[in-house]
C-alpha cells in the first residue's frame, strides 16, 4: 500500500514556537501557537517560514494500513524543513511508554522510507516526549545507538524540540 505522507503536510505559520498535541479520541495529533497549557511538546523555530507539519497517527490511509498490518502503531507527528525530518511520538503515561513510544517511531520511519526518498535530508531526528516526564533524560547509549543504526535517525527524549536546520 502506497502512502504520501506528503499530500497530509501543512505550512506552519511563522511564530517563535508552537506546540503538538494528542487530543485523543482517535483524531491526529494538533500542531497549536496559542494555547501552550496543551502541549505535550514544545517546537522552537524563531519566525522561520519553512517549517511543515504532517499529522501522522489516526490519518485515514494510515488507519487502512494499520487495519492491513494489525498490532501497527504509527508515531504522532513529522515535522520538516527543506534539509530536515523530525518524527514525533507523544506520550502521556506514567509506566511502561518508552520502549512503545520506539517502537511506533521505528515503524512509521521504516514506512516512511518505503514511501519516500529520505536521503534528501541532512538532519534525521525522532523525538520520544513524554509530558509526564518532561525532564526524562534516556542515557542508554546501547538503545540510541540501536535505534540510529535501525532507523539512521537521532534519537532524542525531551519535550522541548530544538529549532530545525
Not at 18 to 38: M, Q, R, V, W
Not at 97 to 119: G, M, R, S, V
Not at 131 to 144: A, D, G
Request: charged share 30%; proline share 2%.
Amino acid at each position: 500500500m502506497r502512502i504520501d505522507f506528503y499530500k497530509y503536510e501543512q505550512d506552519v505559520s511563522p511564530c517563535k514556537e508552537f506546540g503538538l498535541y494528542d487530543a485523543g479520541n482517535n483524531t491526529p495529533a494538533i500542531l497549536d501557537s496559542d494555547n501552550p497549557e496543551k502541549w505535550e511538546a514544545t517546537v522552537e523555530c524563531n519566525g522561520r517560514r519553512d517549517y511543515k507539519f504532517i499529522a501522522v497517527d489516526n490519518v485515514r490511509e494510515l488507519l487502512q494500513y494499520k487495519k492491513q498490518n494489525a498490532g501497527t502503531d504509527t508515531c504522532d507527528a513529522i515535522l520538516r524543513t527543506a534539509k530536515t525530518l523530525c518524527f514525533v511520538e507523544l506520550k502521556n503515561q506514567a509506566k511502561s511508554w518508552f520502549e512503545e513510544a520506539l517502537c511506533q517511531l521505528e515503524t512509521t520511519i521504516k514506512l516512511f522510507k518505503e514511501n519516500h526518498d529520505i536521503n534528501i535530508y541532512s538532519s534525521k531526528r525522532a523525538y520520544a516526549v513524554n509530558k509526564t516526564h518532561p525532564h526524562f533524560h534516556y542515557s542508554n547509549k546501547e538503545k540510541k545507538q540501536r535505534f540510529y543504526k535501525t532507523t539512521e535517525f537521532v534519537l532524542e527524549c525531551e519535550t522541548k524540540i530544538k529549532e530545525l536546520k
